[in-house]
């Protein structure tokens, strides 16, 4: 016999899951661990400190259910359970912050503002998230009150996103001809570029380290490897380098992590009647540039719920755009990830001056061979490269877990699905027809 429980309660999902008698209820264990997720003892988390008396729930089981704002995703470590103990959840460096203080188990693996909002709250505005390097609009922001600190932190509260300072790079072949910046800050030595941290999740599929592919390495290991002693020594202003022991930990930690949606609060489970929506089965998922498959068997299903997400997962897979340009999976071209498995960036727009929000900084840059002007708020991959070519071009994130993790872009400039949908509609041209659009936004608040 099979007894249906509904989810509703704690997950606030419209959806009932089946239990068999005596199974655990995924929920109540997603409770009990995520309460237990909190250091009994401070002074522990200090790397060579012990950590000997936290509780054993520290390793927060694979595939649990952890709700979000679209249902539910669950994380998947190759470790057998996700370890809550180790350097990515410690204080490496001087100001209290850890991995986990941006990347967060439940959002994604990165950092959502309702989350922001909630700790300024509880904290007037000094948790460790709260740290003029790279949490406040400007390094040189007033702090001291509760209401400087609402205005210093308003793009952390506000879109959750980091200031990441990049100066225009020696040989470039444009220069910085104009600064707009609301926070008196960015020149051309350091630009203040708005970024959501990306999830430190699923980064067997990543093949570029960075919304600009700046940290590179002769491997995927060696790039995050840097990446991870690059964070420590920044975000958390640690002076030493890392021990190369502790970042060969952290990699090992978070590129053993599969994160994807699982619970859908309007249509229900997204891996039963041979669906994939899993995280587990995402750890299987062969690299490769091809179509998604992860719902094919709802093709024929008599929900018309699930039916929605195929329809969505097959326009993702081949609609093209009305200027007979590519579907989106010709750039999300990883099969069920999204990543783009030549490691290409691409232009889509979402960094245009002519789409730039009162918030942001605005950049002018002018090509030092033709003179040609271009007005941007994060010019992205060329300020690597060096190249106008570049200016606006970021690479394709993952696309699993995304119920988890609004607002998207790398700005945060579109708030929800919808917004995401409606954006390519118009700016790359898709020309989405109103059922299109519903099918695409099901497919994707199921990834
Ligand atoms: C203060 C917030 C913050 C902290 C703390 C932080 N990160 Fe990040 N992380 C970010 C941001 C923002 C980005 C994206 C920056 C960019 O692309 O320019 C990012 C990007 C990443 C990426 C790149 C993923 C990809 O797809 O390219 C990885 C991996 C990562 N972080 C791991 C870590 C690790 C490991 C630590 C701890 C050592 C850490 N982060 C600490 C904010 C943070
Ligand atoms: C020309 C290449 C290209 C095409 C076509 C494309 N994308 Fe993207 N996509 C990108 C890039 C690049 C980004 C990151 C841009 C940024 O953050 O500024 C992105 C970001 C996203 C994000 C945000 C993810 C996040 O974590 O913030 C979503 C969702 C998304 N794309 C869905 C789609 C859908 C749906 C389509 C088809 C309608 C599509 N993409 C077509 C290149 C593309």
């Given at each position: 016999m099979t007894i249906k429980r509904c989810l509703v309660i704690a997950l606030s999902l419209a959806g009932c899951t089946s239990l068999e008698p005596g199974e655990v209820d995924p929920v109540q264990t997603t409770e009990a661990a995520l309460n237990s997720a909190t250091p009994p003892n401070p002074a522990a988390t200090n790397i060579g400190v012990p950590t000997a008396g936290l509780p054993a729930q520290f390793h927060l089981p694979n595939n649990v259910p952890l709700r979000d704002p679209l249902g539910a995703a669950t994380t998947f470590s190759v470790a057998g359970s996700?370890?809550?103990?180790?350097p990515f959840f410690k204080?490496?460096?001087?100001?209290?912050?850890?991995?986990?203080?941006?990347?967060?188990i439940d959002q994604g693996w990165t950092i959502s503002p309702a989350a922001t909002q909630r700790m300024f709250n509880a904290s007037r505005g000094t948790a460790p998230i709260f740290r003029t390097v790279d949490g406040s609009n400007s390094p040189n922001a007033d702090v001291s009150t509760v209401r400087d600190r609402r205005a210093a932190f308003s793009m952390l509260l506000s879109r959750g996103t980091i200031r990441v300072g990049i100066g225009i790079p020696e040989g470039a072949d444009f220069e910085l001809t104009a600064v707009d910046d609301p926070y008196g800050f960015a020149s051309a030595a350091e630009l203040s570029l708005f970024r959501r941290p990306l999830p430190a999740t699923n980064l067997e599929f990543v093949s570029t380290v960075m919304w600009d592919g700046r940290i590179s390495g002769d491997t995927l290991e060696a790039a995050l490897a840097t990446q991870a002693n690059a964070a420590t020594q920044g975000h958390a202003q640690r002076a030493t380098p890392l021990d190369p022991a502790v970042a060969g930990e952290i990699v090992g930690f978070e590129k053993g992590l599969f994160t994807a949606q699982t619970f859908d609060r309007e249509v229900g489970r997204l891996d039963i009647d041979g669906g994939h929506g899993d995280a587990e089965n995402l750890a299987s998922q062969a690299i490769v540039a091809a179509r998604w498959d992860l719902f094919d068997a709802y093709q024929n299903s008599p929900d018309s719920k699930y039916a929605a997400i195929y329809r969505g997962q097959e326009l993702f897979n081949t609609r093209r755009r009305t200027n007979d340009k590519g579907p989106c999976q010709g750039c999300h071209s990883q099969s069920n990830v999204g990543t783009n498995v030549n490691g290409s960036f691409f232009n889509i727009g979402t960094s245009d001056g002519a789409r730039r929000e009162a918030d942001q900084p605005l950049y002018t840059l002018t090509e030092l061979s033709t003179g040609n002007v271009l007005q941007t708020t994060d010019p992205g991959r060329a300020l690597i490269t060096g190249k106008f070519a570049d200016v606006g071009r970021f690479k394709p994130p993952?696309?699993?877990?995304l119920g988890a993790r609004s607002p998207y872009f790398h700005g945060g400039s579109a708030r929800t699905l919808a917004d995401v949908v409606a954006f390519y509609s118009e700016a790359l041209e898709f020309g989405f027809t109103d059922e299109e659009a519903a099918d695409l936004q099901a497919f994707l608040a199921a990834l």
């Open positions: 996700i370890d809550m103990q180790g204080e490496l460096g001087t100001n209290q912050r850890t991995c986990a203080t941006c990347h967060v993952s696309l699993r877990g």
